[in-house]
């Protein structure tokens, strides 16, 4: 089993729609989570920290649920340029932890 | 402010070869992580530097290497290559503070072919 694990996807919704990605993680002593966004045959970019409280970005909501160990995103009134792959990333408590991506979801907006 | 710049951008080897990657870290970052990429994959977290130290690493094996030098610059070294080595290396900087987890700052990548 992966340590991080996503849906690959690909989504393909319209543009306007709510779409919604999971990402669970099997080591419980995660601390601290992340999204990143990575277009086609670019670097991978912070999209939002992910804190125990969860946290709202414009129409990005991140929520983190550690009795079932998911973290989820949510875009709402989704826009051409979200078009991209969404990967989840876990990490331990001390800088010497393992930081560990998912192999990402791809989602899609179509006009 | 400079970003994180990473060389070469394209490269192409054959089994057995060496390789370095270089990595220039985003100014006023001390923390330098490499990640491989493999085609339809999210990066695989290599090993990190702090302080010219490897704190940290993943599931690579030894003939992965790297040094993180005094101005935080950092190299990686493969040795002897294999095909399967063929991935986009991605170099983040980062500046931990006060226990507060990574936010990574990316290069571009350098992209190795091994043939």
């Known amino acids: 089993r992966k340590e991080v694990e996503q849906d690959p996807g690909p989504f393909n919704v319209p543009e306007g729609a709510t779409v919604a990605f999971n990402c669970t993680y099997s080591?419980?002593?995660?601390?601290?989570f992340f999204w990143y966004r990575q277009d086609c045959r670019k670097e991978p970019k912070l999209l939002m920290s992910v804190y125990s409280s969860g946290n709202e970005d414009g129409r990005f909501t991140a929520q983190l649920n550690r009795a079932s160990q998911y973290i989820s995103l949510l875009i709402r009134d989704s826009k051409l340029s979200d078009s991209a792959t969404y990967l989840c990333?876990?990490?331990?408590?001390?800088?010497?932890?393992?930081?560990?991506f998912g192999s990402g979801t791809r989602l899609s907006i179509r006009p | 402010e400079t970003g994180v710049t990473q060389s070469p951008t394209h490269l192409i080897k054959t089994r057995g070869q060496q390789v370095t990657l270089r990595c220039s870290s985003q100014?006023?970052?001390?923390?330098v992580s490499w990640y491989q990429q493999a085609l339809g994959q999210g990066p695989q977290f290599i090993f990190q530097?702090?302080?010219?130290?490897?704190?940290g690493r993943g599931n690579f094996p030894p003939r992965f290497s790297g040094l993180q030098f005094p101005n935080y610059s950092s190299e990686l070294n493969v040795n002897a290559l294999e095909l399967d080595d063929s991935a986009l290396y991605l170099c983040a900087s980062s500046l931990p503070t006060g226990g507060r987890a990574n936010v990574l700052t990316f290069g571009a990548g350098s992209r190795l072919t091994v043939l």
């Open positions: 530097y702090y302080r010219e130290e490897e704190n």
């Open positions: 100014s006023g970052h001390n923390t």
């Open positions: 080591n419980s002593a995660s601390q601290s």
């Open positions: 990333v876990s990490e331990g408590y001390s800088s010497a932890s393992k930081i560990i």
